[in-house]
Each structure stands twice: as C-alpha cells, then as structure tokens.
C-alpha cells in the first residue's frame, strides 16, 4: 500500500514537471519582454516628458520624479525575484501593483502589451499551485491559450475594413513593393484576405486537427510582421518589436508539443474566476469595441486600421504661443496653419503611439489650450474609425475641451 502511494505520487509528480517546466519559461518570456518594453519607454514611466500625463481621474496625482524613478527601478527588482523564487507570488503581486498605479497615473501607458502583459503574468504568476497541481497548471495553461487565441480572432475581426485593406496594409508591406515594384497589385490583394486569414488560424488553434498548422501560420506571421517593421524594413515602432517576438514565443510554449486539449478546455471553465475575467476582458468587451463602447487598445486593434485618429491645428499666433518643448513637433502645413500630430509627438517622446480615445485627444488638447495666450487659435480634429458607428470627422475648440 506504501509502495503504490509512492508510485501513485512519484507518476503526479512526473506529469506535473513539464506543465510546471512551461509555465516557467511562460513567465519567464513575460518577465523578459516586458522588462524590455520597459527598458525601450524610459520616458512613458519617469520622463522627461512633454507629452501630457492622461490620468483615470483628474484628482489623482500625477506619478513623477524620485517617485517614478523608485517605482520604475523596483518594477525591475521584483521581475527579477520573480524569476529566482520559486513560488514568486509575492513579487508579481507587488509588480502587478505598481503597474496598474502607473497606468491609473496615465491612460497612454495602457499600451496593447502592458495589457496583455499584466494579464498574462496574473494569470500565470498568481495562479493556482501546491494541491491543485497538475490540474491547476493546466487550467493556468488554457487561460494564457484563451489570451492568445482571443487576441488573433478579434485582432483579425478588428482588420475587416477598408481602411486596412487598402490603406495600411500597402503601408505595411511597404519595403517589399519598394523593391519589387511588380508585386504591388498581388500583395494589395492579399490584403483584403489578411483578416480572415487571420481569424481562421486564430480559431484554428483551438482545434487539434488544425493546431499544427495553425500555430506555423501564427509564428510566420510574427516573422512578417518583425521583417516589415524592423531595422531592415520600416524601421518603424520599434517597442512593438520585442512584442512580436514574445507573441512568437508564447505559441510555441502554448500550443506545440503533444497537450491533449480542446477548444472546451480553453473556452468552458465556470469554476475558475480567473477564467471569467479572462472572457469579459478578451472576448466580450472586445467585441463591444466594433461600437465605439470599449477601447481600442484593449480590443487588438493596434494597425488594424480601426482607430481613433487626431490632429491638433493652430494658427501662427497659437503656434507662436505654444510651450517651447512643443514647438518643435509643429509643422507648418500652409498659410496660418499648423499642424500638431499626435503620433509623431507621443512617439518621438515617449517611443509609444498614443492611446487612440476621443477623451485621451480632448485632455491633452485641453491642456495645451491652457498655455495659449489667446485660446481661439486651436482646433482638436478627431475622427472615430469603427466597425459599426464609426464617425465622421468632429472639431473641438478650446472652449469645448
């Protein structure tokens, strides 16, 4: 009886040493990648910046100086105690904490990976252990395939319109058709079958006949994206590099390798809170997105062609009056106009493009008007790209802001 409790135990633990061995190297790459966002956005956490803090309520207090720096450096202390300990919940409680008091101190730091990051590193970092394992780590594996899978399908839905097809995806493609002229009108194309293409592999992972060919779509797709983007290509964006490569990673770490799973494992859990939140955060309130109800950032519509864009114009006087560290991101565009781009400022600034909302624009317009001298010479231009109920192109004065 002894011997067969023994064996019983040794076979659990024998089962349980690889599920724990991958959801190591998951956290791990999380860890890494994001301490290496971190790394490239100095400015987003503790500046200097001039582009404006965007905070969740007005009455919080901005997070700056000595208290950015200690933040942001104990950010980087608890990633690393919560590689070396082994049941690191206490550094990744503490990491999740600071994070989400600096992104309640700013709506630009909800970038799309410090999103799916913080997520992820919950769900793997806090999750289930001791009694529950293997079970529980399994259980921990299907909520970060959940992230994953749901982040392609909805980032695939969020690309079916024309503004992608036609627009940023021949942006995209840019440095091949520059050097193969010839292979313009083919890769427009292609294009218009990118979305869908998208969803299927996406869906396709949930599948097991599928899996396989699914998950070499999804890596390939990373590799495109990190050879249109990188030093070689666009040289464009580049915190969304080590993003795409850690999306690469986790599909390998989730899906390969001989894990008997099904799209039921991942979708169905009423048991597991985790779970709920997991669903509401990456399939419901996405899917709300498609009408203007839930932000963009949040939904995987990064380059998706479905944003909310914004243009800040002044005229000479207002451009004359506008704070020194702004003036040089103005470009004077024709007779008394000038033009502010909000892209170009949050990313030269804060190596980030900036949180794409209609309130997001309002405020930081609205704080600029407040060092004019004469507050009528700027007009904020917003244009509310969507699925459904997308908006045409609104202009908001000083007084409106």
């Not at 048991?271 to 990456?282: E, K, S």
Request: net charge neutral; proline share 6%.
């Amino acid at each position: 009886m002894g011997r067969q409790g023994r064996w019983k135990r040794g076979n659990a633990e024998d089962d349980a040493a690889p599920l724990r061995q991958r959801l190591f190297l998951l956290r791990l790459t999380i860890l890494v990648a994001f301490c290496i966002g971190l790394v490239m956005s100095p400015g987003l956490w503790v500046g200097p910046r001039s582009y404006p803090q965007v905070p969740v309520w007005s009455l919080l207090p901005p997070i700056e100086g000595a208290v950015a720096l200690a933040l942001y450096g104990a950010l980087f202390v608890l990633a690393g105690l919560a590689v070396i300990i082994p049941r690191p919940r206490w550094p990744i409680a503490g990491f999740l904490v600071i994070m989400i008091a600096f992104c309640l101190a700013d709506q630009t730091r909800w970038q799309p990976w410090v999103f799916q990051y913080s997520f992820l590193l919950m769900v793997v970092g806090l999750g289930r252990g001791g009694s529950a394992a293997p079970a529980g780590d399994l259980q921990t594996l299907n909520l970060a395939r959940l992230v994953i899978v749901f982040t392609y399908v909805f980032s695939g839905l969020q690309k079916i319109n024309l503004n992608f097809m036609e627009h940023e995806f021949s942006w995209i493609i840019t440095p091949i058709t520059s050097l193969l002229p010839a292979t313009t009108t083919p890769l427009d194309a292609l294009g218009f079958l990118v979305p869908f293409i998208q969803v299927t592999f996406g869906v396709g992972l949930l599948t097991r006949r599928f899996r396989r060919a699914s998950l070499a779509a999804a890596v390939g797709m990373h590799v495109f994206i990190l050879a249109m983007f990188g030093p070689l290509g666009l040289n464009w964006n580049d915190i969304v590099w080590p993003w795409t490569a850690a999306m690469a990673v986790f599909d390998v770490l989730l899906f390969s390798g001989n894990d008997d799973f099904t799209w039921r494992d991942i979708v169905w859990n009423v048991r597991d809170f985790r779970h709920g939140a997991a669903v509401v955060l990456f399939v419901v309130l996405p899917a709300l997105s498609f009408f203007n109800l839930w932000d963009s950032y949040l939904s995987s519509a990064l380059y998706s062609g479905n944003l909310t864009e914004a243009q800040i114009y002044l005229s000479d006087l207002g451009a004359a009056s506008t704070p020194g560290h702004v003036r040089p991101y103005l470009v004077h565009t024709s007779e008394n106009t000038n033009v502010l781009n909000l892209q170009r400022w949050a990313i030269e600034d804060l190596n980030v493009t900036p949180y794409a909302e209609t309130r997001v624009f309002k405020t930081i317009a609205g704080d600029l008007c407040h060092a004019l001298s004469d507050r009528s010479q700027l007009v904020l231009v917003v244009k509310e790209q969507r699925l459904f109920f997308s908006r045409p192109e609104i202009g908001f004065r000083c007084s409106q802001l």
